[in-house]
């Protein structure tokens, strides 16, 4: 299974950002979909992640500002980012739980690439 995250940028305090995640290869299923994000200096930390069935969790930090969404169909996962401040500025990573349709009954964690968000005036 291939992550491919896109959607990050330059954007000023206040400012909004979509990040998509699209999920290919052999997918039998994909059961937690999350978005991480690790900034200079820090460790990899949870934004927000959904289950197959929509059902959302969220980071403290990130509570009112962001939503987090996926389309099942398309193997494809968005986050909405509003009123972003300098501290959400980081990397983020798109991460999948996913088995493989030549081996449906294990699940597999799959990182994408990560994309840039930078939060400055």
């Known amino acids: 299974v291939q992550l491919q995250a896109s959607g990050g940028g330059l954007v000023q305090p206040g400012g909004s950002l979509r990040l998509s995640c699209a999920a290919s290869?052999?997918?039998?299923?994909?059961?937690?979909m999350g978005w991480y994000r690790q900034a200079p200096g820090k460790q990899r930390e949870l934004v927000a992640a959904?289950?197959?069935?929509?059902?959302?969790n969220y980071a403290d930090s990130v509570k009112g500002r962001f939503t987090i969404s996926r389309d099942n169909a398309r193997h494809t996962m968005y986050l909405q980012m509003t009123s972003l401040k300098p501290e959400d500025t980081a990397v983020y990573y798109c991460?999948?739980?996913?088995?493989?349709?030549?081996?449906?009954?294990?699940?597999?964690?799959?990182w994408g690439q990560g994309t840039l968000v930078t939060v400055s005036s």
């Open positions: 991460n999948a739980e996913a088995s493989l349709r030549e081996l449906p009954s294990v699940a597999y964690d799959y």
């Open positions: 290869g052999s997918i039998f299923s994909i059961n937690v």
């Open positions: 959904i289950t197959s069935g929509g059902v959302a």
